[in-house]
């Protein structure tokens, strides 16, 4: 079947449509204070395809809080240096339990089941601090992000951070135990503050889509990581980019993909788009309810999958 620029279109206008219609849309994350007051009416998404087009429906030009979604930025970035023992401080395993749970942490004695979660998204950020202050990592994660987007004006949302900083117990705790397992190189005040830094980036939808390009593997001008990175990142985002909510993210939409708690998906396909959502409420497990259900339609109306012959 052909499918063209302009079947996208219609596509994003019906998942709009149907968003906007739809009376459960799930529950912002209110463990953030400045997220909590978010309004889960807004919906937006975003392709860009490989031909340089960009698609888009809904609230695209809202800036928000990407939150875990920069996981993605900072995992290619400490994969980028080499000589590192990264691996030996995080798996590479789907997690069983929640995003920020200390239980998994403390079985798993300090070391992390994957890089999404957020114990080992804590340890990427304190490897990018190695040789770096807090200050010069911020600023290396934001150019990585802006380089990514082609964008130069993307900034972090210091109100989030110290939003974070103040009521982020859980990754405080998280931090502790890594600490107390030698398994942080820089101090729990550091690392979180870097660490709730780049979560507090904010997006519009269509910078979202453009910055996950690099991982569709289109040609956006600089060479921001190894053709080797890039596999092991979509591998990554699509066993533990939803967390324990993988599985059935995997089943339902079939493309790798990072989720954040300010409702933002970046998906994948490889050599065909790099698509983002965004819908404030969340899911069980953390992940935006709407986001998916937009995912599952628009990867299933183009026959988009990494299980099958597009
Ligand atoms: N900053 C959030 C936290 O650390 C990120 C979690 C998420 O977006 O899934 O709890």
Redesign the pocket.
Known sequence: MVRNERSVEGVLERIFRSAKATKTKGDVAKY?PELASVDPDRFAISVCLSDGRQLSAGDVSTPFSI??VSKVFTLAIALGRRGESFWQRVGREPSTNA??SLQELEVRQGIPSNPFV?AGAIVTTDTILAGSSPAEALAEILLFVQTAASDSGIRIDPSVAES?KLS?HK?WALAHVLAAYDNLAHSCELTLGTY?HH?AIAMTCEQLARSGRFLAGFDTGPQLVRASSVRLINALMLTCGHYNGSGEFAYRVGLPAK????GAILAIVPGKASIATWAPGLDSN?NSLLGTAALEELSHAMGWSVFVRG
């Open positions: 953030i939150q875990s995003f920020n957020n974070e982020g990754n709730f979560c989720s954040g708690v300010g953390g």
